[in-house]
């Protein structure tokens, strides 16, 4: 018969466990203190590279999305505040806040146009249009990172795809599945009639006509019954350009 351990036994095991326990917390607690250590080391370089390099960092976009790219793998967020190190070193807190007040402004004055969703590409021209005379440039990047920031206000804004182009929707506007197909599918030519949608999406008709009258409740979308075909035109401002009408 096989004997059972004894106390003297199960007290050794108890304590081996103890000591292999103890054993990977102090592992772990050095891996800790080398990581955090390591982390120390790359902010202190980051912030060394950035007082290096702050003019670049302000004036080239494509050098401040690799920036923040950088800051991101460390885990600093430069624009987390207007106060502290990197808005004083930088300005760059101050730089997107004033953006942020621009890109707000644009789709205000866009909103009767188009609903309150505006293609990316059209923003961002617009609001270089409207930045002209300032030194610094603006790319979508700076225009994405200006509107997360206003996201977080709770203002609504947000950056929604549809096929190939990104909108930004300043309005509480739910797009469901098939609002964002026909979105899709105004692109190549800024329109659709029932017809077209009926054809290349493979609906109903009843189906075209409630997502399509959905979007001009909205203010999404636009009527145009002027044509010899009779064939009613449902035009989306939100991917078309619209600077011509001088906002």
């Known amino acids: 018969m096989r004997r059972r351990p004894g106390i003297g036994g199960l007290q050794t095991a108890a304590a081996a466990r103890d000591q292999y ?22 902010r202190s370089q980051l912030e060394e ?7 670049d960092i302000r004036k080239n976009p494509s050098f401040r999305s690799q920036f ?7 885990g600093v967020d430069p624009l987390a505040s207007n106060k502290g190190f990197w ?3 930088l300005g760059i807190g101050d730089f997107y806040y004033e953006l942020g007040v621009q890109i707000v402004e644009i789709c205000l004055a866009t909103r009767p146009l188009n609903g309150g969703l505006i293609d ?16 610094e440039a603006v790319s979508e990047d700076d225009c994405l990172r200006a509107i997360s920031k206003l996201k977080t206000l709770g203002s609504g804004f947000e950056v929604i795809s549809a096929g190939k182009k990104k909108l930004v929707r300043s309005v509480p506007t739910e797009l469901k599945k098939d609002h964002n197909e026909i979105l899709e599918l105004t ?3 800024g329109y659709v009639t029932v017809d077209e949608v009926e054809r290349r999406l493979s609906w109903t008709h009843g189906r075209a006509i409630d997502a399509l009258d959905t979007l ?8 145009d019954d002027g044509h010899r075909d009779g064939k009613r035109r449902y035009w989306f401002p939100c991917v078309s350009s619209i600077s011509s009408f001088g906002v």
């Open 21 to 42: 326990r103890l054993l990977g917390e102090n592992v772990a607690k050095l891996r800790t203190d080398l990581m955090k250590e390591q982390l120390a080391t790359f």
């Open 49 to 55: 590279f950035a007082r290096k390099h702050k003019n």
């Open 68 to 74: 923040h790219e950088m800051c991101a793998k460390v």
């Open 87 to 89: 808005a004083e070193l």
């Open 120 to 135: 990316l590409q059209e923003l961002c021209k617009l609001l270089r249009q409207k930045r002209k005379h300032d030194r």
């Open 187 to 189: 692109q190549a030519q």
């Open 216 to 223: 001009l409740d909205e203010g999404l979308a636009m009527i």
